[in-house]
T-cell receptor
Framework: EAGVAQSPRYKIIEKRQSVAFWCNPISGHATLYWYQQILGQGPKLLIQFQNNGVVDDSQLPKDRFSAERLKGVDSTLKIQPAKLEDSAVYLC??????????????FGSGTQLSVL | KQEVTQIPAALSVPEGENLVLNCSFTDSAIYNLQWFRQDPGKGLTSLLLIQSSQREQTSGRLNASLDKSSGRSTLYIAASQPGDSATYLCAVDSGGGADGLTFGKGTHLIIQP
């Protein structure tokens, strides 16, 4: 079974530029999550999709971050314009239903973003 | 708001020792607690998931316990090996699937050969 795929692996941009990350979850997984992990911290949830609908985006800085999952499969996370404090690893995760209480999350390898 | 704390932040032990990693959380109304492993430059791998009605889960040399009433969990690693070196993260599900997981900052573990 293929895992969660993310690209690119690394990205270096200057502040005020834009950047986009892509994620393809495990086949058949209804729920997709984007997490931000700043160095030395645990991951923080940015947005959660159930199929192509948003379940929770309360911690997404909506003035600069946007995300979509148009066909309920793969997803794109965009930052425009980027700030220095956006430097982090962006992790995508998926789970089968997103509603079961005994359901594990499966994570991709992440995209490491450096904003200069 | 749920907060998760992990102690210690870093740990270095000789190969072969048994060790315990600690996790505490502030709100005992949880659905489950998960332990993850993160290798440098990699994503997270789920190790164990304990549902709120369970007391412990075991997988190989790993044993995780949960005391929901006191807001604590431990991850016990038996007969540690250099390959166990990684960051171990504790995460709590307070929303039954919604709201995502709340993570601690992790314990950075080094097993000396």
């Amino acid at each position: 079974e293929a895992g969660v795929a993310q690209s690119p692996r690394y990205k270096i941009i200057e502040k005020r530029q834009s950047v986009a990350f892509w994620c393809n979850p495990i086949s058949g997984h209804a729920t997709l999550y984007w997490y931000q992990q700043i160095l030395g911290q645990g991951p923080k949830l940015l947005i959660q999709f159930q199929n192509n609908g948003v379940v929770d985006d309360s911690q997404l800085p909506k003035d600069r971050f946007s995300a979509e999952r148009l066909k309920g499969v793969d997803s794109t996370l965009k930052i425009q314009p980027a700030k220095l404090e956006d430097s982090a690893v962006y992790l995508c995760a998926s789970s089968k239903t997103g509603t079961a209480t005994n359901e594990k999350l499966f994570f991709g390898s992440g995209t490491q973003l450096s904003v200069l | 708001k749920q907060e998760v704390t992990q102690i210690p932040a870093a740990l270095s032990v000789p190969e072969g020792e048994n060790l315990v990693l600690n996790c505490s959380f502030t709100d005992s109304a949880i659905y489950n607690l998960q332990w993850f492993r993160q290798d440098p430059g990699k994503g997270l791998t789920s190790l164990l998931l304990i549902q709120s009605s369970q007391r412990e889960q075991t997988s190989g040399r790993l044993n995780a316990s949960l005391d929901k009433s006191s807001g604590r969990s431990t991850l016990y690693i038996a007969a540690s090996q250099p390959g166990d070196s990684a960051t171990y993260l504790c995460a709590v599900d307070s929303g039954g699937g919604a709201d995502g997981l709340t993570f601690g900052k992790g314990t950075h573990l080094i097993i000396q050969p």
